[in-house]
């Protein structure tokens, strides 16, 4: 779980902290989805953990080797993807709802309408998250990775206060061909800035470095 939180934290702080970037690299016009861009991002840090979550609970489950049909209702294997079925209708059906409700009393900027979706399914991912999180922990014990997951948020603290000193935040991609050096090395500096803070505050990513290089000399060797 420690990899899980410290790789969607990278990925997904950083697409926040340089979405103008990442956006401007497509196409200039793509910078009008910003904010759809952040929510989407947030979102994306949500379901990998109820993705975890989610195969924690339904790859442990056995009972279903004891009921059949209907029995299955009351199965953590029924249980887990009705949950998160639910959760996605109802996220869509309140969003468009909020849609025709705005666009009928005159609101017609269409980020400000679709900024409804991502909004809503993350606060639709909160309690099923905590509720899937409540289901696997039933199946087996396990902790979250707080010391990990703090020194990840302090890591993108830090590329944020980089990118606003050098800034990078704000880095327009006029041709992706002039300019991927410049995206290679905001990238790289910030992904060398987020390996130090954890080398620093994370004993579980010093000792992960240093089984690595020591299988990586074992197999140089051989």
């Given at each position: 779980?420690?990899?899980?939180?410290?790789?969607?934290l990278l990925f997904s702080g950083s697409f926040i902290i340089y979405a103008k970037v990442v956006l401007s690299m497509f196409r200039r016009e793509y910078l009008d989805v910003y904010p759809l861009f952040i929510l989407y991002s947030i979102a994306f840090i949500l379901d990998v953990y109820i993705l975890f979550f989610s195969t924690v609970s339904t790859s442990l489950e056995r009972t279903d080797l004891r009921y059949g049909g209907l029995g299955l209702r009351r199965t953590v294997l029924f249980k887990v993807p009705f949950i998160r079925f639910l959760a996605n209708i109802t996220y869509l059906s309140i969003a468009s709802a909020g849609f025709i409700v705005l666009y009928y009393t005159g609101i017609r900027d269409p980020i400000s309408l679709l900024t409804l979706y991502p909004a809503l399914l993350i606060l639709v991912n909160i309690p099923v998250l905590y509720k899937l999180y409540i289901i696997a922990k039933k199946q087996i014990d396990f902790s979250i990775p707080?010391?990990?997951?703090?020194?990840?948020?302090?890591?993108?603290?830090?590329?944020?206060?980089y990118s606003l000193l050098t800034g990078?935040?704000?880095?327009?991609?006029?041709?992706?061909?002039?300019?991927?050096?410049?995206?290679?090395?905001?990238a790289?500096?910030?992904?060398?800035i987020y390996i130090v803070v954890l080398y620093v505050l994370s004993s579980w990513f010093r000792e992960l470095v240093r089984t690595s290089l020591e299988e990586l000399k074992r197999i140089i060797h051989f």
């Open positions: 779980m420690e990899i899980i939180s410290i790789l969607s707080w010391r990990e997951i703090a020194a990840s948020l302090c890591g993108l603290f830090i590329i944020y206060l990078y935040i704000n880095y327009m991609v006029k041709s992706i061909y002039s300019d991927l050096s410049m995206v290679i090395w905001i790289v500096s910030s992904l060398v």
